[in-house]
């Protein structure tokens, strides 16, 4: 028997981090009633500054996004159905096409 990666302790604790900063996201930009949200009023006083940090925002959400995945995948989706791993790149382009799909 190989000494395979477990999901452990610190990748649910990553993980649930992730899940935090991806809610306090979609809380600043998504409105829930047809009223301005919290982004706005800092757009507004802060165009080009709140434009950068979204973007750094963004990107930063992608990458660990995917490393959340390629974890994920490579210790409980390649066991479970008997797949092969995947790498850093494979992850991100899955990613990438799941939220494209989601839009």
Same mark, same amino acid.
């Given at each position: 028997? +190989?000494?395979?990666?477990? !999901?452990?302790?610190?990748? #649910?604790?990553?993980?649930?981090?992730?899940?935090?900063?991806?809610?306090?996201?979609?809380?600043?930009? #998504?409105? @829930?009633?047809?009223? @301005?949200?919290?982004?706005?009023?800092?757009? #507004?006083?802060?165009?080009?500054?709140?434009?950068?940090?979204?973007?750094?925002?963004?990107? +930063?959400?992608?990458?660990?996004?995917? @490393?959340?995945?390629?974890?994920?995948? #490579?210790?409980?989706?390649?066991?479970?159905? @008997?797949?092969?791993?995947?790498?850093?790149?494979?992850?991100?382009?899955? !990613?990438?096409?799941?939220?494209?799909?989601?839009?």
């Amino acid at each position: 028997m +190989t000494d395979r990666p477990r !999901i452990i302790f610190s990748f #649910n604790l990553i993980l649930c981090a992730y899940l935090c900063v991806d809610f306090l996201v979609s809380l600043l930009f #998504n409105p @829930k009633i047809d009223e @301005k949200v919290p982004w706005d009023e800092f757009y #507004n006083a802060f165009p080009v500054l709140s434009i950068i940090i979204s973007f750094i925002l963004g990107i +930063t959400l992608l990458l660990w996004g995917a @490393k959340l995945f390629e974890a994920f995948w #490579n210790r409980l989706i390649s066991d479970i159905f @008997k797949l092969r791993e995947i790498n850093f790149q494979e992850a991100l382009a899955l !990613i990438l096409v799941i939220s494209i799909i989601a839009i």
